[in-house]
């Protein structure tokens, strides 16, 4: 293993076997072929082209648009072909999170290959023998990498909620972090990158926070999601990321993101610049861009 | 002016003005067209071809190429197509600094399209009232960007020496700062871009890297390159990058690299995911990366 091949396994996907989803002339998404052809069942909806699918009935507004994708996602879940909802709403955007046309359910993005947003904060303490990195590791019963390793607060971005109470929410539930620790998070980057998933494409972005802990804080998990947190030297979270697959996947681009700027992978390192460039993809760019 | 102006502004150059400087099957850069042209008058060291120009003629080995290429060099210099050589020895590589197939005059790169490594440090203080940031004014007789404001610290990595050892020397010439102290600087990212330029083309990387400097430190410049240093509120800084030309182009980016690592860019702007991706270009990727 080495960083860069975890960059690469945040962004294998093949562009031939996705089909981008059209409104209005903007790419919302893109869909798998074998998905896009599960909408050919509403001709009246969607107009499944050779190089694209094209949403024909979508009707006028912002609500009309969710409620009608929902009737068709929740169609598709009574058919077994998504399957399950979250619950929580994202926006689906041709670019930035603010500029959502319609909403979709969180676990239908991917099928729709919309981008997600998210927040990944590290949580890191100054101390006489170095940096050291608060680590999470994931409770058994998560649907997704259940109990691998974790940045200390990591979560999606529903609609309607800023970055800094979703950001402040997170750190309550998932570490027990008072508001006012919570706030003092710098937000320093954004990582972005485009990978295919068991249920479709994810081109999603994770902004990413780092935050200063006093030596003696410890984090309490208060929602279930996390069942243990490790204080580990720099260099152990370096070589865990390096050396495994230990952290959920693209909890990895986040700590190398964090190693980059902290200097701890430095311009020595032969695939220092390949690192750099490929924290943020360009397909994301396309999509997530202005 | 916005911060995306400045990204754009180090990203100017239209491909079909260009074509590959190609050695072996590998890229090292690329010609205009005009330059290529000039290059005809020694049809049995270089083919122009239609989408690129191939160095035929070329002797085997690091040192033989070196020689080579600065027998043409010198040849164009005389023939006023080359406006004036540096002094200094850069890689030509098709990708990291360090897979130099040979060297070539700091001042030549350009006109064959090949990337310039260099190093930009973002000096700075942490205040009570917050980040304050050195700012140089580069001198009046500098050849480019004279009487621009500049990074406390900047310059060329030539080839043969190391980064630390680079940047050392540079802090001590460009700002009188002791190596101890120096030695804390640290490497934090690097900042790619591609423009067209009166000379050719620049596909060029600057590694950068952040100082913390003690609120009792002036920097005093020795090598006659900076004409006056400044301490500004990074406010003052940010301000003046958004709004305004004074800052050498691509100090600009090295700049708004640092508001963004710091939170001062933060993931509010409707701009932030496009600064962020467009700090590091896609053709500096082709041309830098593996």
Same mark, same amino acid.
């Given at each position: 293993?080495?960083?860069?091949?975890?960059? #690469?396994?945040?962004?294998?996907?093949?562009?031939?076997?996705?089909?981008?989803?059209?409104?209005?002339?903007?790419?919302?998404?893109?869909?798998?072929?074998?998905?896009?052809?599960?909408?050919?069942?509403?001709?009246?909806?969607?107009?499944?082209?050779?190089?694209?699918?094209?949403?024909?009935?979508?009707?006028?507004?912002?609500?009309?648009?969710?409620?009608?994708?929902?009737?068709?996602?929740?169609?598709?879940?009574?058919?077994?072909?998504?399957? #399950?909802?979250?619950?929580?709403?994202?926006?689906?955007? *041709?670019?930035?999170?603010?500029?959502?046309?319609?909403?979709?359910?969180?676990?239908?993005? *991917?099928?729709?290959?919309?981008?997600?947003?998210?927040? #990944?904060?590290?949580?890191?303490?100054?101390?006489?023998?170095?940096?050291?990195?608060?680590?999470?590791?994931?409770?058994?019963?998560?649907?997704?990498?259940?109990?691998?390793?974790?940045?200390?607060?990591?979560?999606?971005?529903?609609?309607?909620?800023?970055?800094?109470?979703?950001?402040?929410?997170?750190?309550?539930?998932?570490?027990?972090? *008072?508001?006012?620790?919570?706030?003092?998070?710098?937000?320093?980057?954004?990582?972005?990158?485009?990978?295919? =998933?068991?249920?479709?494409?994810?081109?999603?972005?994770?902004?990413?926070?780092?935050?200063?802990?006093?030596?003696?804080?410890?984090?309490?998990?208060?929602?279930?999601?996390?069942?243990?947190?490790?204080?580990? =030297?720099?260099?152990?979270?370096?070589?865990?990321?390096?050396?495994?697959?230990?952290?959920?996947?693209?909890?990895?681009?986040?700590?190398?993101?964090?190693?980059?700027?902290?200097?701890?992978?430095? *311009?020595?390192?032969?695939?220092?610049?390949?690192?750099?460039?490929?924290?943020?993809?360009?397909?994301?760019?396309?999509?997530?861009?202005?």
């Amino acid at each position: 293993m080495s960083f860069l091949d975890h960059i #690469h396994a945040c962004n294998r996907w093949d562009p031939t076997d996705f089909l981008p989803f059209m409104l209005d002339g903007e790419r919302l998404g893109m869909l798998r072929l074998a998905f896009a052809d599960e909408l050919r069942q509403w001709p009246d909806r969607f107009r499944v082209e050779p190089d694209r699918v094209v949403w024909v009935g979508a009707p006028d507004g912002f609500e009309a648009r969710t409620a009608a994708l929902r009737e068709t996602t929740d169609a598709l879940l009574q058919q077994g072909i998504i399957s #399950h909802l979250h619950g929580e709403q994202y926006p689906v955007t *041709p670019g930035c999170r603010r500029d959502g046309r319609l909403l979709i359910d969180r676990a239908c993005a *991917p099928y729709f290959g919309v981008s997600a947003f998210g927040q #990944h904060m590290n949580g890191f303490v100054r101390s006489a023998e170095g940096i050291k990195m608060w680590v999470a590791r994931r409770s058994a019963d998560r649907r997704v990498f259940p109990l691998y390793l974790d940045n200390l607060v990591a979560g999606g971005l529903p609609w309607g909620i800023g970055l800094a109470d979703n950001l402040r929410k997170e750190c309550t539930e998932e570490a027990d972090i *008072p508001a006012a620790l919570a706030d003092r998070a710098v937000p320093v980057s954004a990582v972005s990158y485009c990978c295919d =998933s068991s249920r479709g494409l994810k081109p999603d972005v994770m902004y990413c926070y780092d935050l200063e802990l006093p030596e003696g804080f410890e984090p309490h998990n208060t929602d279930g999601e996390v069942s243990a947190f490790y204080l580990w =030297s720099v260099q152990q979270v370096m070589e865990t990321v390096r050396d495994s697959s230990e952290f959920k996947l693209n909890c990895n681009l986040v700590i190398i993101d964090f190693l980059v700027r902290h200097g701890i992978i430095d *311009p020595d390192d032969p695939d220092y610049l390949p690192i750099v460039q490929g924290l943020r993809s360009p397909l994301a760019k396309i999509n997530s861009g202005q």
